[in-house]
């Protein structure tokens, strides 16, 4: 490993103060500092962290846990930022870029119970806790006997609420609990059958300054070809939808063969109506795979999905 001649400053990565954040913002550190890159992490505080109470909705508008980071990227009092890609908003931002997403983690949706091992052996009623519209629609879709209630906060809050009895059991992301050290918590991963996965679920977004190069050409390295194409696909459907993070929309991009596969499936709230379609194209170039996230999206759409979305 050849050594810089010059002495440059860290990298200044801003990361929010969770503890998935800061295992996520670390991990990205470590691949960059064993390339030789020094890296310094600057927390930076966001809307969704700050009000952790009441339903997501309340705090009104898309990219809670983002924006704030985002300015902090523009003001240049950090020079680049890892997203849980799902949170990131596909509105693009001018003046930012995504410039790698690294290799992807498990994907599913995992449930934490205390008494059941599946979503089917939950007891009629049963009282299942999640603040996405995405999780309770494809729930109330599967089981309509189920109650769904309001839950947030970070993936430890929500644990302990679980713990406290407040719920029979909750949903969260594999990646997630995977990251924490928490994997011994699930009852059962969720097949996408069961539970389409959310827009980039389990992928991280690398995201910085579009002018600064320098800063590009030591963060593409960390970039991985298939989750890039999957997750483009993924989130081309999403913004056709124009579903943003709070959409009860699920997508699920995977190479098959040569062939990437795209299913998004669009959900009423209340799981009365569900629309799926797929479909599979070789996708060489982001541009493919964007067009196959938009063709999928189409074909929802002539289904009549936007009637789905608007009707919250
Ligand atoms: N919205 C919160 C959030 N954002 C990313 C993850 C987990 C990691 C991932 O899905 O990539 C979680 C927690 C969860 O949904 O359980």
């Given at each position: 490993m050849t050594q810089p001649t010059t002495t440059t400053a860290p990298l200044r990565l801003g990361s929010?103060?969770?503890?998935?954040?800061?295992?996520?913002?670390?991990?990205?550190?470590?691949?960059?500092s064993d390339a030789g890159v020094a890296v310094q992490i600057v927390e930076v505080r966001t809307a969704g962290d700050v009000r952790q109470v009441g339903p997501i909705e309340t705090i009104g508008m898309v990219g809670v846990f983002t924006k704030a980071i985002q300015e902090a990227l523009l003001d240049e009092r950090i020079d680049f930022a890892v997203h849980s890609l799902k949170d990131l908003p596909t509105t693009p931002v001018p003046g930012l870029e995504v410039v790698a997403t690294p290799p992807r983690a498990p994907l599913a949706d995992a449930l934490i119970a205390h008494h059941a091992a599946s979503l089917a052996e939950l007891p009629a009623g049963a009282l299942?806790?999640?603040?996405?519209?995405r999780r309770r629609a494809q729930l109330l879709n599967a089981r309509p006997d189920l109650q769904v209630g309001d839950l947030r906060g970070n993936v430890e809050t929500r644990l302990a609420k679980l713990d406290a009895g407040d719920y029979d059991a909750i949903l969260l992301a594999e990646a997630g609990l995977h990251r924490l050290g928490l994997s011994d918590r699930i009852?059962?991963?969720?097949?996408?059958?069961?539970?389409?996965?959310?827009?980039?679920?389990?992928?991280?977004?690398?995201?910085?300054?579009?002018?600064?190069?320098?800063?590009?050409?030591?963060?593409?390295?960390?970039?991985?070809?298939?989750?890039h194409l999957a997750v483009l696909a993924e989130r081309s459907a999403l913004a056709r939808l124009e579903g943003g993070c709070l959409a009860a929309l699920g997508a699920w991009a995977r190479l098959e063969g040569a062939a990437l596969c795209l299913t998004v499936g669009v959900f009423r709230e209340d799981g009365q109506r569900r629309l799926d379609a797929q479909s599979a194209a070789e996708c060489a170039t982001p541009a493919q795979a964007v067009a196959l996230g938009r063709a999928v999206a189409e074909d929802l759409l002539a289904q009549g999905a936007a009637d789905l979305l608007r009707a919250r």
């Amino acid at each position: 490993m050849t050594q810089p001649t010059t002495t440059t400053a860290p990298l200044r990565l801003g990361s929010r103060g969770s503890k998935l954040a800061r295992w996520q913002a670390e991990w990205v550190a470590k691949q960059l500092s064993d390339a030789g890159v020094a890296v310094q992490i600057v927390e930076v505080r966001t809307a969704g962290d700050v009000r952790q109470v009441g339903p997501i909705e309340t705090i009104g508008m898309v990219g809670v846990f983002t924006k704030a980071i985002q300015e902090a990227l523009l003001d240049e009092r950090i020079d680049f930022a890892v997203h849980s890609l799902k949170d990131l908003p596909t509105t693009p931002v001018p003046g930012l870029e995504v410039v790698a997403t690294p290799p992807r983690a498990p994907l599913a949706d995992a449930l934490i119970a205390h008494h059941a091992a599946s979503l089917a052996e939950l007891p009629a009623g049963a009282l299942v806790g999640t603040g996405s519209y995405r999780r309770r629609a494809q729930l109330l879709n599967a089981r309509p006997d189920l109650q769904v209630g309001d839950l947030r906060g970070n993936v430890e809050t929500r644990l302990a609420k679980l713990d406290a009895g407040d719920y029979d059991a909750i949903l969260l992301a594999e990646a997630g609990l995977h990251r924490l050290g928490l994997s011994d918590r699930i009852a059962c991963r969720l097949s996408p059958a069961e539970m389409l996965p959310a827009p980039g679920q389990g992928a991280l977004g690398i995201e910085c300054r579009a002018a600064d190069t320098a800063t590009q050409t030591v963060l593409t390295p960390l970039n991985d070809p298939i989750t890039h194409l999957a997750v483009l696909a993924e989130r081309s459907a999403l913004a056709r939808l124009e579903g943003g993070c709070l959409a009860a929309l699920g997508a699920w991009a995977r190479l098959e063969g040569a062939a990437l596969c795209l299913t998004v499936g669009v959900f009423r709230e209340d799981g009365q109506r569900r629309l799926d379609a797929q479909s599979a194209a070789e996708c060489a170039t982001p541009a493919q795979a964007v067009a196959l996230g938009r063709a999928v999206a189409e074909d929802l759409l002539a289904q009549g999905a936007a009637d789905l979305l608007r009707a919250r």
